[in-house]
């Protein structure tokens, strides 16, 4: 009898530890699917005309086959330190994207959930010998609604117009 309370209550402990490793690759998955296509918005605004870059709204595409659009947002960006999970500051622009990680287009609960807060600021200074170029910065947040998980995380770049001639 106590040796199967011992043995329920090991089984117990470790149909948990599989849950959590789960949930745990879930997560994993998703921090480096949200990374890789953050790293690949930077790429395509690192290509674009650079006169577009002043843009309010910049084109960019989300797969080989759609195209989308990223609004940027005025004023600086915040100190992630002092905005409250689930808050969007003043003047920030959300530029919300959904990402299908099983390849179920018709339920969305368990879609990636990108929301990309974004700006472009010069940097020109030409007394310091600077040229035309922008400080591009992307402070975005990951969600995977179905598990209840999330993160934020920012990324940047500068993007100069040089010529390639």
Known sequence: MIATFVAAIGLTGSFAA?????KMTQGALCENTATTVM???IEQLKSVNFNELD????RTRLNGQESSTLTVST???PDLTTVPAGTVPAGVV???NRFPLQNTPLEIQDDLVLDIWLW?????NTSSGIGRSRRIVM?????L???GISNRRIIHTIRSDVPTR
């Open 75 to 77: 004023g600086l960006p």
């Open 120 to 124: 472009v600021t010069p940097l020109d």
């Open 94 to 96: 959300s530029n919300i």
């Open 39 to 41: 790293q690949g918005y």
């Open 55 to 58: 843009a309010t709204t910049i």
């Open 145 to 147: 609604p179905s598990l």
């Open 139 to 143: 402070i975005y947040t990951w969600q």
């Open 18 to 22: 599989l849950i959590q490793v789960a």
